[in-house]
Antibody, heavy 122, light 107 residues
Framework: QITLKESGPTLVKPTQTLTLTCTFSGFSLRTLGVGVGWIRQPPGKALEWLAL???????HYSPSLKSRLTITKDTSKNQVVLTMTNMDPVDTATYYCGHRLGATGLDYFDYWGQGTLVTVSS | SSELTQDPAVSVALGQTVRITCQGDNLRRYNANWYQQKPGQAPVLVIYGKDNRPSGIPDRFSGSSSGNTASLTITAAQAEDEADYYC??????????FGGGTKVTVL
């Protein structure tokens, strides 16, 4: 059974760097086609894709946030870490990580963590 | 447009059929996925690869696509289908995107 869980601070100050960890089980990030992504959702607003890391360490970032994001993986710990620099109150959101599966014609997030609410405030 | 556009809200009478649409240029090349999100919960995948249902998703959910528009249809909508629905796809660079979401109300 695949599970993912996000962890990190619930409150960060403006200009600080946010570090979130996604700890997963039930799959390996060494498996062909597998990835882990981060998606966020400000209160009452839509989902926004942030970043994605693949089994082969290929990384993709939202073009609008690319300069602020870094995604890494630790396959031995079954963890993916997302860092976001220069946090601002508009970054207040629930942050989700998701298991990504892909194949010819297919690219989707089939399992999601429960999400973690991060508030940016001084 | 590189964005995905959805109608903000739709309503459907209990037992009737509702179709939710998602428009975007990347849908001409890549399949759409659909997620259901209920208040306070994480999104749940209901359709992937245009018209595939994960295990456990009722067959009243179906997907289709034509040109730059993908659709999610709920046939004989149930009260528990009331939720926000988001479409998702990727672009040629491998970046993902989500639509703005559609709130479905079952009357």
């Amino acid at each position: 059974q695949i599970t993912l869980k996000e962890s990190g601070p619930t409150l960060v100050k403006p200009t600080q760097t946010l570090t979130l960890t996604c700890t997963f089980s039930g799959f390996s990030l060494r498996t062909l086609g597998v990835g882990v992504g981060w998606i966020r959702q400000p209160p009452g607003k839509a989902l926004e894709w942030l970043a994605l890391i693949y089994w082969n360490d290929d990384k993709h970032y939202s073009p609008s946030l690319k300069s602020r994001l870094t995604i890494t993986k630790d396959t031995s710990k079954n963890q993916v870490v997302l860092t976001m620099t220069n946090m601002d109150p508009v970054d207040t959101a629930t942050y989700y990580c998701g298991h990504r599966l892909g194949a010819t014609g297919l690219d989707y997030f089939d399992y999601w963590g429960q999400g973690t609410l991060v508030t940016v405030s001084s | 447009s590189s964005e995905l556009t959805q109608d903000p809200a739709v309503s459907v009478a209990l037992g009737q059929t509702v179709r939710i649409t998602c428009q975007g240029d990347n849908l001409r090349r890549y399949n759409a996925n659909w997620y259901q999100q209920k208040p306070g919960q994480a999104p749940v995948l209901v359709i992937y690869g245009k018209d595939n249902r994960p295990s456990g998703i009722p067959d009243r959910f179906s997907g289709s696509s034509s040109g730059n528009t993908a659709s999610l249809t709920i046939t004989a909508a149930q009260a528990e289908d009331e939720a926000d629905y988001y479409c998702n796809t990727r672009d040629i660079s491998g970046n993902h995107q989500f639509g703005g979401g559609t709130k479905v109300t079952v009357l």
